[in-house]
């Protein structure tokens, strides 16, 4: 149980295009979903919580129009980079927040490998 | 973004020994969670922990939350070669959201 995966696991595109990731809850619903962002040999850092039914909460740095997140249903969210540049190339991960468990915890997806030429 | 001092921030170890890494910080915290990542995969949820001085095991691995709510431990016992990987401790804040705040992480290498 507690499955979260993400498409697509790798992506390469020019610069100036826009690129959408999606991450999705396999076997549980989630009204709360995280973006982080990694990049390499250091840690994860939160870019945004995402809402399902309301908009998402970006933490401070984090340009709410560059990274468009939606959170369609308990199962889905999303996360499009707008007009994307080389310094954009990283690790997006997603992670989801079980519903109703009455334990707090979260389960990582396996992350997209985003890579601007 | 805030991050949790974790240590030791690498070390390599002889197949079979025990490993101990914690993570410190200057705020309290209600929730600790621990992760192992591999390289190019998400993390994956080893050990949960909700109260102070809580202990938790999970086959080799063993976690506490400290009684003063600013640090936790992990602990694992006999290391093999797979449990190399990158470490990290999350913590979660008593402001009322549900955001986890990540350690530095500790990569761990096996020497078999």
């Known amino acids: 149980g507690a499955v979260v995966s993400q498409h697509p696991s790798r992506v390469i595109c020019k610069s100036g295009t826009s690129v959408k990731i999606e991450c999705r809850s396999l076997d549980f619903q989630a009204t709360t979903m995280f973006w982080y962002r990694q990049f390499p040999k250091q840690s994860l850092m939160l870019m945004a919580t995402s809402n399902e039914g309301s908009k998402a909460t970006y933490e401070q740095g984090v340009e709410k129009d560059k990274f468009l997140i939606n959170h369609a249903s308990l199962t889905l969210s999303t996360l499009t980079v707008t007009s994307a540049h080389p310094e954009d190339s990283s690790f997006y991960i997603c992670s989801a927040r079980p519903l109703g468990t009455g334990k707090e915890t979260q389960y990582f997806g396996p992350g997209t490998r985003l890579l601007v030429l | 973004g805030q991050q949790l001092n974790q240590s030791p921030q690498s070390m390599f170890i002889q197949e079979g020994e025990d490993v101990s890494m914690n993570c410190t910080s200057s705020?309290?915290?209600?929730?600790w969670l621990w992760y192992k990542q591999d390289p190019g995969e998400g993390p994956v949820l080893l050990i949960a922990?909700?109260?102070?001085?809580e202990l938790t095991s999970n086959g080799r691995l063993t976690a506490q939350f400290g009684i003063t709510r600013k640090d936790s431990f992990l602990n694992i016992s006999a290391s093999i070669p797979s449990d190399v990987g990158i470490y990290f401790c999350a913590g979660r804040t008593t402001s009322g959201t549900y955001k986890y705040i990540f350690g530095t992480g500790t990569r761990l290498k096996v020497l078999a």
């Open positions: 705020s309290i915290f209600n929730t």
């Open positions: 922990l909700y109260k102070a001085g």
